[in-house]
């Protein structure tokens, strides 16, 4: 088998790909638009990338109702911590490395809502109360002060038909409870997993 063909320099990407038009190289913001403040109270949705001390890299998913976030001011917003598996991979990593990437969705939008910052983890603040979900108060949050914002365009959704229910297979891999007695709880019998996983796994939701 023929070895790849590396890509090493960033004259030899930029070559390849040509550059950007001048929109698009220049679309970045640093502070909130009154549009990107309505597309964060529509968003029930985003993932936060992180990364350690050491480059090694994290994505997680968060979602709450639409409008969980809480914009603070024209350069800092706040994400509600809620109940979750404890592993806390990205706040570890924030700890070490604040730099953070997020990126807000809305269902059936192609476009996304992009935010790269720095972030920190604050305990408590007056803000929390607007965080309040179905009586749960986070026990912290994920503050992020804004060194960019821009909206990406909707290629990446127009390909993989994301939105589309034709395109949708939920039964093209196993379910969750089957793929967690394949891969770290083989101990555990089939038919207990697949209790913890029905329709009971919704009332944790905002339990810790």
Same mark, same amino acid.
């Given at each position: 088998?023929?070895?790849?063909?590396?890509?090493?320099? #960033?004259?030899? !990407?930029?070559? =390849?790909?040509?550059?950007? $038009?001048?929109?698009?190289?220049?679309?970045? +913001?640093?502070? &909130?638009?009154?549009?990107?403040?309505?597309?964060?109270?529509?968003?029930?949705?985003?993932?936060?990338?992180?990364?350690?001390?050491?480059?090694?890299?994290?994505?997680?998913?968060?979602?709450?109702?639409?409008?969980?976030?809480?914009?603070?001011?024209?350069?800092?917003?706040?994400?509600?911590?809620?109940?979750?598996?404890?592993?806390?991979?990205?706040?570890?990593?924030?700890?070490?490395?604040? #730099?953070?990437? !997020?990126?807000? =969705?809305?269902?059936?939008? $192609?476009?996304?809502?992009?935010?790269?910052? +720095?972030?920190? &983890?604050?305990?408590?603040?007056?803000?929390?109360?607007?965080?309040?979900?179905?009586?749960?108060?986070?026990?912290?949050?994920?503050?992020?002060?804004?060194?960019?914002?821009?909206?990406?365009?909707?290629?990446?959704?127009?390909?993989?038909?994301?939105?589309?229910?034709?395109?949708?297979?939920?039964?093209?891999?196993?379910?969750?409870?089957?793929?967690?007695?394949?891969?770290?709880?083989?101990?555990?019998?089939?038919?207990?997993?697949?209790?913890?996983?029905?329709?009971?796994?919704?009332?944790?939701?905002? +339990?810790?």
């Amino acid at each position: 088998m023929d070895e790849p063909t590396t890509i090493t320099s #960033h004259d030899e !990407l930029r070559a =390849l790909l040509g550059p950007p $038009t001048p929109r698009v190289a220049n679309k970045a +913001r640093r502070t &909130l638009h009154e549009v990107d403040r309505q597309w964060l109270a529509a968003s029930p949705f985003c993932l936060v990338a992180t990364a350690d001390a050491d480059g090694n890299c994290d994505v997680s998913p968060k979602g709450d109702p639409a409008g969980f976030t809480v914009v603070l001011d024209e350069r800092t917003i706040a994400i509600p911590e809620r109940p979750g598996n404890r592993r806390a991979d990205g706040f570890h990593n924030i700890l070490d490395n604040p #730099h953070v990437g !997020l990126i807000y =969705l809305i269902p059936g939008r $192609t476009d996304t809502l992009r935010i790269n910052g +720095r972030a920190r &983890l604050v305990r408590d603040a007056p803000f929390f109360d607007e965080m309040v979900v179905k009586g749960h108060r986070p026990q912290f949050a994920l503050v992020v002060e804004i060194d960019e914002i821009f909206s990406h365009c909707a290629k990446a959704f127009m390909r993989s038909q994301l939105w589309d229910p034709q395109s949708w297979q939920p039964d093209a891999v196993p379910s969750r409870a089957r793929i967690a007695k394949l891969t770290t709880s083989a101990d555990i019998a089939l038919a207990d997993l697949e209790r913890h996983y029905g329709p009971s796994y919704a009332d944790g939701l905002y +339990r810790s």
